[in-house]
């Protein structure tokens, strides 16, 4: 645990935010990521002075010195949470200590300092109180929270950094598909690896997602959604689709999932629709899955659904499967019952329509 002279948020309201004529433009259409809301948190750190100066403020550019250090080696971690409101019009916050302790598990792989829990909570709760009123109005919408942190020392050497800046900023966010989930394409990745034994594949960190631009973008040109990754060891093993989890749905109602490794990211999604499930009755297994054994399954009618889960599109229903050399359908192509029901499950315990029986949902003030 790092030293921490801290006192709570300063809290510095925008002196001009945006009008609410134009605030409710944009959130009539939010989209996804793109959207942002008045104002932000910032919270320092100093190698011997633990974390100070701890503002929620105007959002606004940084200004960096040009050698910062994530802008040459990538020190930097994030997170990915949301903001709800609940049916009876309060907002709430889900399993949001969760990412707290993936954020301090991603910090302590990338040598940066920990963030004690509270405080992470404490600030994105305090960022959506601030910001309620970016809430979009449109269906299945949400406060969207990216809470991260960068490296800020202006330094060249290779070792951890001694300066930190830890930020959260906020999105009003859209359905991540606009009429429902549709079932996705997926494009097995033969070359490329999202991440390998002993690697970082487990942080939530940005270089993780840099080297899955490239296949991405393969998949996108060859008219595909996603990309699958498989381990990179034998290239064999289903992980994960670099920003999603991935679940498959038997013929005889069990479902499976990637068991956990340092090359699989700690999806809370996934962790809780596990739960669900085996509340539905289900039996789960973590046990590792084979492309080629996927194929078989989807083929020969054992496996009935397949689908990727994550904050950001919850639950998505996976169609088609396609390599350069091969190709399959998973069920009729189309989203499968059991991965509609365990989403419908998730959603409504999130917007406060189900009861809450894990303790999951954390209400704001
Ligand atoms: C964030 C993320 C996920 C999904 O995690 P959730 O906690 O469910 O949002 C899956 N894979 C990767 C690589 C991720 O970064």
């Known amino acids: 645990m790092t030293e921490t002279k801290f006192a709570s948020l300063t809290r510095i309201p925008h002196p001009s935010p945006i009008s609410d004529a134009e605030r409710a433009t944009r959130v009539a259409d939010p989209g996804f990521g793109k959207t942002f809301t008045d104002h932000m948190v910032t919270i320092r750190y100093t190698e011997g002075q633990g974390w100070h100066d701890a503002n929620l403020g105007p959002r606004g550019p940084l200004s960096l010195d040009p050698a910062t250090a994530v802008l040459h080696y990538a020190q930097e971690i994030f997170e990915g949470l949301k903001g709800y409101k609940m049916s009876d019009g309060s907002m709430a916050l889900f399993r949001p200590e969760a ?7 991603s910090a302590r792989r990338m040598a940066m300092p920990e963030l004690p829990e509270q405080i992470f909570v404490d600030a994105c709760k305090a960022l959506v109180e601030i910001d309620k009123q970016w809430f979009p109005s449109v269906e299945g919408g949400s406060l969207y929270l990216r809470p ?13 950094a001694n300066e930190y800046l830890f930020m959260v900023i906020a ?4 359905n991540y598909f606009k009429s429902g989930a549709p079932a996705v394409s997926l494009w097995v990745s033969e ?3 999202r991440a390998g034994p002993g690697g970082t594949g487990a942080a939530k960190c940005g270089g993780n997602y840099a080297a899955s631009l490239v296949p991405i973008a393969e998949a996108m040109q060859a008219g595909h959604d996603q990309v699958v990754f498989l381990d990179a060891k034998e290239h064999r093993w289903i992980e994960e689709l670099g920003g999603m989890n991935i679940f498959f749905v038997f013929d005889d109602g069990s479902i499976q999932t990637p068991p956990l490794s340092d090359t699989i990211l700690h999806g809370v999604t996934r962790d809780c629709l596990i739960a669900l499930a085996r509340e539905e009755g289900l039996s789960v297994r973590e046990e590792p899955y084979a492309i080629d ?7 020969s009618g054992r496996l009935i659904e397949s689908f990727a889960c994550g904050t950001a599109a919850v639950v998505t229903p996976i169609g088609k499967v396609s390599a350069p050399d091969f190709a399959f359908t998973i069920g009729s192509g189309g989203p499968g019952q059991l991965t509609q029901k365990l989403k419908a499950r998730l959603i409504d315990i999130q917007r406060g329509v189900a009861p809450d029986t894990h303790g999951w949902v954390v209400p704001i003030s």
């Open 99 to 105: 990412n707290a302790r993936r954020f301090n598990a």
């Open 148 to 160: 991260f942190m960068i490296a800020t020392e202006a330094f060249l050497g290779v070792r951890p």
């Open 171 to 174: 999105a009003s966010t859209g």
């Open 191 to 193: 070359h490329y690896n």
């Open 293 to 299: 054994q996927w194929r078989a399954d989807a083929e």
